[in-house]
């Protein structure tokens, strides 16, 4: 058994990279303003360079979580790590927001790597007593990188060019890599199940066809096909995941555990109704308000820190008390700062954007903490692989649900236009997408008020 010194040295580890990729991935919301002034890209292009990260991490999460599972957790996480701080440096150097995009689906491929394992090798090794405190430390060192992206990224951006931030992001994240492979051994198996290659295949079909749907349904009728055939395509996912003999993700079982499948259903509604704010607030903090990035990551910030400070916080409460009233607190704060955001317009104040940061960030922070560890203390140890790689990908489905959401409406109301060109059309797609969010989120509500009974 390993030592306590060794098993604190690998949770904070874990908790490094899993700073490094927020950092990252915070940190592009704030670059795509002056990216798109540079590379001459469209309000739906610079959608897509966040849809496109999403929808591959959110298609190939339950492929990943399955094979971390039937081969080596900690390999994969490696690869994962080293791939992502790879291709985090070429965007750096790309020349045209195609390059950008295709960088960052691929970008997303490595992510699902590390998401998929990172809490299923703290879980592993963490006493279950415990387990509460070292998901507070891990989801805090996420929201820290969360919370240093915007700032950080904002001075880089406005001092050297957006450019940098990619470059810097990719030294963290190699470093990152380096510290891993020397303290964590690894050892690749054989994986010893048959794979469901094609429930693999129609999950990355469904979410391509709905990305790529939504971002040209103003131009051709391919974009409202595309959309049809990614839902159609859903009930056949379900149907051939019930026939194959070592199917993706077990849906009786899932059905049968009450507390995993209503944590999960929660967590999905959460992050389909809120995670669209940051990237709606960045972008109008630049162009409406003509804050520079700098300025603009000041006050994005705000939100992450109180969520990197809170969520350990929250918990270790949850450790102490019932995890479903604290995660009911936070999503009924999340859903006020979501109908507050919905009177944003052009003349609203820098104060009232603040407060609804600052409730979407304590939602946030009493959320996540709890419903991840009601999340990995439903499923014994041979499925904690699965149980993460679910958790993250209802997380990251949800982002892509709540980014969607967002390109049909620039494709609808802006199209082919910068935003800058079409400032009223942009407030518009705000509004629309605020509105569309709180009633995502009080559906949320509603299904806290009632949680499943845990077994004994």
Known sequence: MSSPSKI???VYVIALTQFAMPFMFSGVGITLPLMGVELHASAVALGLVETGYLGAAAAFLLPVGRLADATD????????????????LSIGFASSPAIIIALRVTQGIFGAMVMATGMALITEVVAKEQLGKAMGLSIGAIYAGLAAGPFIGGVITSSFGWRWVYFL?????????????????????????????????VVVGIILCLIAGSSILDESHWGGILLVIGLINIPLFFWIEKRVEQPLLRFDRLRANKVLSHALLTQLMMYSGSFGMTFLYSLYLQEVKALSAQQAGQLLVIGPILMAISAPLFGRLADRITPTKITLAGISSTTISLIMATQVDANTSLIYICVTIILQGLGFAMFSSPNMTLIMSSVTAEHYSMASALASKTRYLGMVI???IITLLMSTLIGEGTIRGS??????????????????????????????????
Do not use: C, N
Not at 73 to 88: E, Q
Not at 424 to 448: D, R
């Open 423 to 456: 400032l009223e059309g942009y407030l518009a797609v705000m509004q629309f997408s605020f509105i569309t969010f709180s009633a995502l989120l009080l559906v949320g509500v509603i299904l806290m008020l009632k949680p499943p009974a845990r077994s004994g």
């Open 73 to 88: 957790k900690k390999m994969l996480f490696k690869v994962g790590l080293l791939g992502y701080g790879l291709l985090t």
């Open 402 to 404: 709540s980014m969607i």
């Open 169 to 201: 992001t990719a030294l963290v994240l190699l470093l990152s890599f380096l510290l891993t492979h020397l303290l964590m051994k690894s050892q690749w198996k054989r994986p010893q199940i048959k794979f469901d290659w094609l429930g693999s295949l």
């Open 8 to 10: 604190a040295s690998l």
